[in-house]
């Protein structure tokens, strides 16, 4: 077997996002002076990208872009952070998500208003084996149509793990789930796709539906921490999140998702994946600024070294960052 050259290979929605900063929760028909504005990167595999390569991940991804503003901003931010770009293909028609995202200054809570109109997915023509055969890890997400389960299938057959970020509401998404090694997903989908709403019971739920291949099933509740699973009929553990205080939430569940693949990438457990994952989250929860407040490595051993009385396994976490 070739050596391998990436750590993860990231494929799926990146973002120009435009963050305005006001006071409290907006209201309808009020209006609002605003405190702070930023254009920084966002989208769900772009952020979960760039936080893998803050943590030390060998990091590519790829998408349809075109020679435009937007497209250029990402490809520009992306090799600032370390994320390799050479696999992003060209396409005049395509470029990235752009949103307006308005950020409750006093509890980091966000509204995101995104057109998605013009962003491109690669299909599974567009990737050649040897490309997805190059990373450990292969980390996707689906928000709208089409699944991409074609793409899924294609990876699965070369024998790269897939670790999934799943949002979309979709008939088809069944198929995708099955053919998912690693699906990291939000309350509000769990609950939707299991019709559960106890996290546990709604990740036992996930698990027990999830294919033959199916290594954990990770639901995420926020500042309530989250729930897994390691195999279709097993327990599930509940991983309380680290308190901190949140000044911005904005691409924590992104974070989340990006250090979670990292681990995996490593070889680590799903214990150590989640423990990681939740630092990840926690500490950009308590930055500011969007990308620039991604953990690094050295920012991230800390945080697990001040936290060992939290979990057993933090210990030895923090001894390989």
Same mark, same amino acid.
């Not at 929605?13 to 028909?29: F, G």
């Not at 772009?46 to 893998?52: K, L, S, V």
């Not at 028609?93 to 409750?104: E, F, L, Q, R």
């Not at 928000?143 to 793409?151: D, G, R, W, Y």
């Given at each position: ?10 494929? =799926?929605?990146?973002? %120009? ?8 929760? *907006?209201? $309808? ?11 920084? =990167?966002? +989208? ?16 590519? /991804? ?45 509890? +980091? @809570? ?26 450990? %890890? ?16 294609? %990876? ?6 897939? $670790? ?6 979709? *008939? ?13 997903? @939000? ?11 106890? !996290? ?18 990770? $639901? ?10 390691? @195999?279709?009929?097993?327990? $599930? ?13 904005? =691409? ?9 693949? /990292?681990?995996? @990438? ?20 308590? +930055? ?6 991604? *953990? ?7 945080? !697990? ?11 030895? !976490?923090?001894?390989?960052?």
């Amino acid at each position: 077997m070739a050596a391998k050259s990436l750590d993860i290979l990231g494929v =799926g929605i990146s973002a %120009v996002d435009d963050l305005t900063y006001i006071d409290e929760v *907006p209201q $309808v028909n009020f209006k609002y002076p605003v405190r702070d504005k930023t254009r920084n =990167g966002g +989208g769900l595999t772009a952020t979960a990208m760039a936080a893998a390569a803050r943590l030390g991940g060998k990091v590519a /991804y790829t998408a349809r872009f075109n020679n435009g503003d937007l497209s250029n901003f990402m490809t520009g931010l992306f090799n600032e952070y370390g994320v390799k770009t050479e696999h992003i293909i060209h396409d005049p028609a395509g470029k990235p998500y752009h949103s307006v995202i308005v950020v409750d200054k006093a509890t +980091g @809570s966000r509204t995101i208003f995104y057109d998605c109109r013009d962003f491109k997915q690669p299909t599974a023509a567009d990737l050649a084996d040897d490309v997805i055969a190059s990373a450990k %890890v292969f980390f996707m997400d689906f928000l709208a149509e089409p699944v991409p389960v074609e793409l899924a299938r294609k %990876v699965r057959k070369l024998g790269v793990p897939i $670790v999934a970020d799943i949002e979309g509401r979709s *008939p088809g998404v069944d198929a995708l789930l099955h053919e998912i090694d690693y699906v990291v997903v @939000s309350e509000e989908f769990a609950q939707w796709k299991s019709g559960e709403k106890d !996290l546990a019971t709604a990740c036992a739920a996930l698990a027990k539906a999830g294919g033959p291949n199916r290594k954990a099933t990770v $639901v995420t509740g926020g500042a309530a921490g989250c729930w897994y699973a390691t @195999s279709n009929n097993g327990p $599930v553990t509940h991983q309380p999140a680290f308190k901190v205080i949140a000044t911005d939430t904005n =691409g924590c569940g992104d974070t989340y998702h990006g250090a979670f693949a /990292y681990a995996i @990438s490593q070889g680590w457990s799903v214990t150590e994946a989640v423990l990681l994952a939740s630092a990840a989250g926690a500490i950009k929860a308590s +930055g500011r600024g969007g990308w620039p407040a991604l *953990p690094t490595r050295a920012q991230a051993k800390t945080f !697990l070294q001040q936290r060992q009385a939290e979990h057993p396994a933090i210990a030895g !976490l923090a001894a390989k960052l």
